[in-house]
């Protein structure tokens, strides 16, 4: 698999929210107003994001799921919320388990799961 497209609004505004969210550049020949951009994963599919002219009006089919390298899962969902992400749901339990919906910009919907080393906890 090369990618994982994301159709969307504006190419170049969702795929630099994504850009900080994975902490991945985009590639070097995007730019704003460009109709796609591209954020390249080490050893995976990049993530392709097209503008198209239709808007979002359903759940998605398919979805990200998020796990931090160096923060916790509630750290995460505090540092995607300022980043302009929304909470869509929490299914965080009791013992710790558990994840955080949220959104994306434009409505793209995104689980947020305990760290590794919260897993190991």
């Known amino acids: 698999m090369r990618h994982i497209t994301i159709d969307c609004a504006d190419a170049h505004r ?6 900080l969210v994975l902490d991945r550049p985009l590639h070097e020949d995007d730019h704003p107003g460009d109709e796609e951009a591209l954020i390249e994963v080490d050893g ?8 198209v002219p239709d808007a ?3 759940k998605n089919r398919v979805h990200l799921d ?6 916790t899962r509630d750290e995460e969902v505090e540092r995607l919320l300022l980043l302009g992400a929304s909470q869509i749901d929490d299914r965080r339990r009791p013992d710790g388990t558990g994840w955080v919906v949220l959104a994306d910009p434009e409505g793209n919907e995104f689980c947020v799961e305990r760290s590794a080393a919260e897993r190991a906890g």
């Open 56 to 58: 979002k009006t359903v």
């Open 14 to 19: 969702l795929a630099s929210f994504w850009s």
């Open 44 to 51: 995976g599919p990049g993530l392709l994001f097209v503008t």
């Open 66 to 71: 998020v796990q931090p390298q160096d923060r």
